[in-house]
C-alpha cells in the first residue's frame, strides 16, 4: 500500500509523485469483537510480547528456491469476457492525481466516478459499502483517519488527542464501530504501535502492539472470526520505511501474542488479506524485491503457495472477491509502484488460474477493493 511516514524513501521520488512522511499504513477490514477493550487496557496496555519465530520449514525452502529459480514463462493473458460482478474503489497516483485520487466503477473500468475534492490514501471500504478510510491531515500538521462518504460528501475527520501522536488509517470492524488505526509519535517514540479507537469521534483509544526499535507495525487484516489481526512488523532501519518486512500474526483471544508466520528475510509486501473465509492469508512480495508474486499461507503459517509470477511484470495490491472466488490485483510493468507508469487491473480464480485483464485505460492504479452494490 502507499507509504505515509518515510524519513527516506527506499527509492528515488520524482516530485509530483509519492513523496511522503517516513510511516507505512496499510488499511485492513476487520472483524474485531468487543474483547479488543477488555484484552488490552486503554493507552498503555498491550502486546509487548512475540513468540519465536517458528523453525526453518519448507516455507522458507519455497521462498528462498523461488529466488533462485526463474519464473516459468506467463501465456499472454486474455482480456473481454464477462465483467466480475461488483464494483471497486480503487486510486490512481501520479501526475494531476498526487499522491493517490479516489474513484469508484465496475470493475472494467465503466461507470467511473471520481470521489470529488478527495487527495488520500491508504484507503478501505466501510462494511456498508457507503465510505472508505483515508488519510488526511490536521490543522498541526499531524496525520489522522478521515471518513469519506462515497456518496462525495464532506468527509468526517477523526480528532487526535492532546499531543503529538499520529494515528493513520487502518482498518474497520465488521460493524463499522472501530477502525484499527498505525500510531506514531516522533517526539515520543515509545508511543509507536497499533491501537483500536472508535470510527465515531476516535475516542476508547486501545494500544495493540510496541514496535520494535526499527520496525513498523503495519495492520494488514482481522480474521472474519475477529481472532486473529494479521499484520507486517516491516523493517525500517535508521526509520526508514522498506516496505517489506515479516508477517505476523496477533493472538487477539490471547493478547501478547505474535506469532512470525514469514520473517522479514522473506520479503513480504505491506498487503495482507484474509480470505472471507479465513483460511487463508494472501499477500504480495514487497516493494522493489526480486520477485512480483502473489501467495496465500494458512494463519498457522503451513501450506505456503505461490499463486502468481510473471517473468515481467509486478503484482500488486491484491484482494479478494467478496465470495472468496477470485482475486483483483494490479500489474505493473515494473516492481516499485512509487513510480506510475501505465498498468492494469486482472482478475484470476482463488487458485491461481484463469488469469485475465479487466481493466485497462493506460493509466496508473492501485489499491482495489472489490464489493457488492
Known sequence: MSLLRRT???S????????RPNRPWIVAV???GTFLVAACSADDGGAEGQSPAPPETSV???LDASLSAEPSPVPPFPTGGPVPPGRMVFT?????YADDTPFVSRLDGSHERQLAGTDTCCIRLSPDGRAILGSTVTKDGRITTGIYPLAGTDPRVLPLPPGTLNLGPGA???DGEQIVVQGWDDTHPAAAGMYVVDSSDGSHRTRLTREPRHTNDVPGDVSPDGTLLAFVREDAPGDESTSVGALEVLDLAAPGKIHTLLPSSSQVGLTVRFSPDGSLILFQDGRTSQRGALWTIRPDGSHLTKLFDDPDLFASHPTWSPDGRQILFALNPVADYYDHPPNA???MDADGTGVRQVFDDGQF?????WFLP
Do not use: I, L, Q
Not at 365 to 369: F, G, L, Q, Y
Open 8 to 10: 527516506a524513501p527506499a
Open 12 to 19: 528515488p521520488v520524482v516530485p509530483g509523485t509519492d513523496a
Open 30 to 32: 476487520v472483524t474485531v
Open 60 to 62: 522458507s525452502t519455497t
Open 92 to 96: 490512481r497516483a501520479g501526475s494531476s
Open 172 to 174: 474497520w470492524t465488521s
Open 345 to 347: 487491473f486482472y482478475v
Open 365 to 369: 492504479k492501485r489499491e482495489a477493493e
